[in-house]
């Protein structure tokens, strides 16, 4: 991929990373670290990552990607999904600033099909079909 190219793709998602690089500088006053992974900045741990670990259930999440940022309960989760998650660094760079309103457009509809409004999700489902979920390890004691 030429740079010009490159630099479009992440121009074209810029807005979202612009809010993940928010979120990524709370995460760090809170107590998380970061590290570049993939052409992503990936942001996990501390006090943010424990109280998205503390979600409820049907809003809890172990990541979630803004644009090129990462953001993740712990360094562990972000390891298994990274290939998942970095599917989604590819949908913001191909959708932009589009991709936000797709994605909860794509949710609604399942909502209102009464199906998973995350598991039927367009682009969860690609994400998963190019990423399968790796089974995680079992922990002893």
Same mark, same amino acid.
């Given at each position: 991929?030429?740079?010009?190219?490159? $630099? =479009?793709?992440? @121009?074209?998602? *810029?807005?979202?990373?612009?809010? !993940?690089? /928010?979120?990524?500088?709370?995460?760090?006053?809170?107590?998380?670290?970061?590290?570049?992974?993939?052409? $992503? =900045?990936?942001? @996990?741990?501390? *006090?943010?990552?424990?109280?998205? !670990?503390? /979600?409820?259930?049907?809003?809890?999440?172990?990541?979630?990607?803004?644009?090129?940022?990462?953001?993740?309960?712990?360094?562990? @989760?972000?390891?298994?999904?990274?290939?998942?998650?970095?599917?989604?660094?590819?949908?913001?760079?191909?959708?932009?600033?589009?991709?936000?309103?797709?994605?909860?457009?794509?949710?609604?509809?399942?909502?209102?099909?009464?199906?998973?409004?995350?598991?039927?999700?367009?682009?969860?489902?690609?994400?998963?079909?190019?990423?399968?979920?790796?089974?995680?390890?079992?922990?002893?004691?």
């Amino acid at each position: 991929m030429t740079t010009l190219a490159r $630099a =479009l793709k992440y @121009a074209w998602a *810029a807005p979202y990373t612009a809010l !993940g690089l /928010l979120l990524g500088l709370f995460s760090l006053l809170l107590g998380g670290t970061w590290r570049r992974k993939l052409g $992503a =900045l990936e942001f @996990a741990g501390g *006090a943010l990552g424990r109280g998205i !670990g503390r /979600l409820p259930q049907p809003v809890r999440f172990s990541a979630m990607t803004l644009g090129h940022v990462i953001i993740g309960v712990d360094h562990a @989760a972000l390891a298994q999904l990274r290939r998942h998650e970095h599917v989604h660094v590819r949908q913001y760079e191909r959708w932009g600033p589009l991709f936000l309103p797709a994605y909860l457009l794509s949710s609604l509809l399942q909502l209102l099909r009464g199906r998973n409004p995350y598991r039927e999700n367009h682009f969860e489902r690609q994400a998963y079909a190019l990423a399968p979920e790796r089974p995680r390890p079992q922990r002893n004691g």
